[in-house]
């Protein structure tokens, strides 16, 4: 078994675990925001006087549920033993997480990573600084959370200027597809040692002191609270991170910064529409928002009309026996039955250039990835100029002829 395979199935089983743990945490979490919005005052004042803070009757799966909350445990009576840890549903997802980023983009560090056009860097100095930003990104998180935790909106902004100063940054250290994930990646160690770091050890803190029969001090709660709010919200944009990598229209621009925070505060007013919504409060201004936002960076990002080279029309100076090589160069070495490019052992997408033909019937694709935006070749491994893209795009604006 050759490495690239190898590693091609370690991909598919970590992404296939990583979909699997991210599905079982973003459940759990949209769950318990929406059961916690949802609650009622109790009705009984016996359960007021046991501590009870809300409460909700649900129907679901051919049964009826009573949830009921209390903030500090019950009052005079003991706290059960069988408690229930929400935690491992986040430390599955970022354990896999991490797993796919080691074997795609350490592993393939000079494709996935590096791209040289952008920053000329060594295989251990890229996965040097991918380790680091995530360690930093965590760090500067947690420093301004501890600044501002009593100042919500000014945390709110300083958290959202931090985000998009390592967006900004990230993109003039790696390739724009490695650059998304590297976001995606700070973000869901964020989201993850908010549950590790703050949540988990803050309701230990608690449980303790309750069962040791003091008062709870509430301030790990709120804490807590305050980084499962933060959770909710960054949920969506690591969302359509995960998926971004199909989507070279995104990131393949030299704005594709721009784009992803576009995309993330239009995936926050979208939650936040659903959050206020657990309360009776339809905000539709809020997913209005951010279709428009979303067409607005679609329109901008559109692609344009390839152009013929300078000189003469396309159709006198461009034919595809002078593109030909430009492909047998730069993009048929991983798109062909048997990639010749180191770390492929098939074709990319299952998107075949090898054949005129295939050439032919995937032009719009050459257009959009490698003429339209610099997405393709991953990385400019192949180091692909703009002179050959140039000619790609004068041969497809007429009319891709073979």
Known sequence: MNGPYLLDWLNLVFRWAHLIAGISWIGASFYFVWLDNSLSAPENPDDVRRGMSGELWAVHGGGFYHNQKFLTGPRGEPLTEDLHWFKWEAYSTWFTGMAMLAVIYWAGASTFLIDKSVLDLTPPAAISLSIATLIGGWLGYDLLCRLFSARPVLLWTAVSAFLLALDWALFHVFGGRAAYIHVGSVIGTIMVANVAMVIIPGQRRMLAQIRAGQDPDPRPGRLGKMRSVHNTYLTLPVLFIMISNHYPMTYGGANGWLVLAAISAAGVLVRRFFVLSHKHRYVVGLPVAAVILLAGVAIAIRPHSSA?????????TVRFAQVQPILARRCTVCHAAKPTQPGFSTAPAGVFLD?????????????????????????????MTDAERAALGAWIASGAAI
């Open 308 to 316: 013929p080279l300078r000189g003469g029309s396309a159709e006198s």
């Open 355 to 383: 054949t005129p033909e295939h050439v032919q019937a995937n032009a719009h694709r050459i257009d959009e990835q490698a003429v339209a935006s610099h997405a393709m070749p991953l990385g400019n491994v192949t180091h």
